[in-house]
């Protein structure tokens, strides 16, 4: 759920001429931060902290907010 997710979201704009696991190392991230993390806020920051030092491009917690909001509808809120 996650991988597609973040594939969706594509932040780089890597994807379609990417591997289909281009961001695998960044959502294994994810995907383990999200037992951390207790608001999308927090989740957020924590994405934009994992994609910033993957790619050397500076991510903020407002451009990251988005898909945060739809991570954390998607596996914290159904719980």
């Known amino acids: 759920m996650v991988k ?5 979201w594509d932040p ?7 591997p289909d696991d281009e ?5 294994t991230r994810i995907v383990s ?10 989740l957020s920051d924590g ?6 030092k993957a790619f050397d491009w500076s991510f903020s917690l407002e451009e990251c907010l988005p898909v945060a909001r739809i ?3 998607e ?4 719980k």
């Open 4 to 8: 597609k997710i973040v594939n969706d």
């Open 75 to 78: 596996t914290k809120q159904k």
């Open 47 to 52: 994405i934009a902290q994992i994609f910033t």
């Open 12 to 18: 780089v704009g890597l994807l379609p001429s990417a």
């Open 71 to 73: 991570i954390w509808a």
């Open 23 to 27: 961001y695998e190392f960044e959502i």
């Open 33 to 42: 931060l999200l037992s951390n993390v207790d608001s999308v806020n927090t």
